[in-house]
């Protein structure tokens, strides 16, 4: 089956299509993967001034959440099509759709709520593909964090490995999958990924830049010890228990400001740099403890040199740092994948996330389907789950035209 899965991270700076090929679980529970390729777009200038003024801790309004639903569903829809062209030769059977999130309610530990958007309905007029979207809430209605959901995708890759494995995306917020040898495995949030780095790189540059192109900021600054200790000791998300998960709720530019109010005298590529080693330092807080061994890197945070390599140095001797094309798939289009397997397993009546790994109750099936142009027939539920994910084939090619790491 010809599924593209679609997403925008938390850095809301382009919408990615990845296009995949699955072929049916075997008998010994692996779903076999082909990648057919990745395409990305930027938002609109427009859409994204508007989706930033939005989000929180902003205010909106219930016109603007209709008309920013609107417009990113028109943003996904007009990608879906030019993968299904690209990619697919037209024959894409399945569009699985994160969406844009927007707000993650989390309060006391525990989430209430979550609201991605990007109306779907668009997505499956433009290309007459049935759409599946909305994974997030059917977890959190379930009691989990509805997030990372990628952790399930994550644990059927890594199974099999030796060692204590991981995986660690470094989008807006940075999260990990850990598979312990002979123990549960376990999935959250560590805190910030390019979030505030870029934060403070549009503000030093009044909105001229975006993020840390290439980390030169960060590689020709120093790390102020005591900025750093500041932002560690007084943030008490670090010491939360796991499963976790946390956003732009939190790590916002806001956040930044408070925190910097005593240290006004600091040069901006100090800043920059006290910032990267934040991110390396509390993604390496939560690997150690769980003695992980290996851990494969994805997302848009693998661009920025010098994030890899204060990320390296906090691991050294204890975890080697990897590539997730390593496994596969290529850092900038792994999650994009894994939501098409998620939309997968959907339309196959199969459960989308990892019970342990986000809190909730039991295994669900994620996510609401919006029929296509054509009658809508659903598969044949397997008779069991897969349990192993094989990425068939060499990594597969990403035509990227975002502006920078998400």
């Not at 072929?23 to 859409?47: F, I, N, Q, R, W």
């Not at 609201?115 to 290309?127: D, H, K």
């Not at 240290?263 to 003695?291: K, S, Y």
């Not at 397997?341 to 996510?367: E, F, I, K, S, W």
């Amino acid at each position: 089956m010809r599924v593209i899965g679609m997403m925008s991270g938390t850095s809301f700076d382009a919408v990615d299509a990845a296009a995949a090929d699955l072929e049916p679980c075997t008998e010994d529970g692996t779903l076999h993967l082909v990648p057919l390729g990745m395409v990305s777009e930027p938002y609109a200038a427009g859409v994204r001034q508007a989706l930033a003024a939005a989000l929180p801790p902003a205010a909106t309004t219930l016109a603007e959440v209709c008309r920013l639903d609107t417009r990113i569903g028109q943003a996904f829809a007009a990608l879906a099509v030019r993968a299904d062209r690209e990619l697919c030769a037209g024959r894409a059977e399945l569009v699985a759709s994160h969406g844009q999130t927007v707000y993650h309610w989390a309060e006391d530990g525990r989430v209430h709520g979550t609201l991605q958007l990007g109306e779907p309905a668009w997505i499956a007029e433009r290309s007459g593909c049935p759409v599946v979207s909305g994974f997030r809430p059917r977890d959190v209605a379930a009691g989990g964090q509805g997030a990372p959901l990628v952790s399930l995708i994550d644990l059927m890759l890594l199974r099999g490995r030796s060692g204590v494995p991981a995986a660690l995306n470094i989008g807006g917020i940075a999260n990990v999958t850990v598979l312990p040898a002979g123990g549960d495995p376990v999935a959250f949030d560590t805190g910030p990924g390019n979030a505030l780095i870029d934060a403070a790189v549009a503000e030093l540059t009044g909105g001229r830049l975006a993020y840390d192109a290439d980390g030169a900021l960060a590689a020709a600054g120093r790390v102020h010890e005591g900025l750093l200790e500041r932002l560690l000791s007084g943030e008490p998300y670090y010491r939360m228990p796991a499963p976790r998960t946390t956003g732009k709720e939190l790590f916002h530019a806001g956040y930044l400001r408070e925190r910097l109010a005593e240290f006004r005298e600091l040069g901006p590529q100090d800043l920059v740099a006290t910032l990267t080693r934040l991110t390396a330092r509390t993604v390496a807080d939560a690997l150690r403890p769980l003695g992980a061994t290996e851990v494969f890197v994805s997302g848009g945070g693998v661009r920025n040199p010098a994030l890899m390599a204060m990320l390296r140095d906090e691991l050294a001797g204890r975890t080697a740092v990897r590539a997730s094309r390593e496994l596969g798939l290529p850092a900038e289009a792994k999650e994009a994948y894994a939501f098409a397997v998620l939309g997968y397993l959907t339309l196959h009546g199969l459960p989308g996330n990892a019970p342990g790994c986000t809190g909730a109750v039991g295994p669900r099936v994620l996510g609401s389907l919006t029929p296509g142009s054509r009658p809508l027939r659903l598969p044949a539920r397997p008779g069991r789950a897969p349990q192993a994910l094989v990425v068939r084939g060499p990594a597969a090619t990403v035509a990227d035209a975002r502006p920078g790491p998400s």
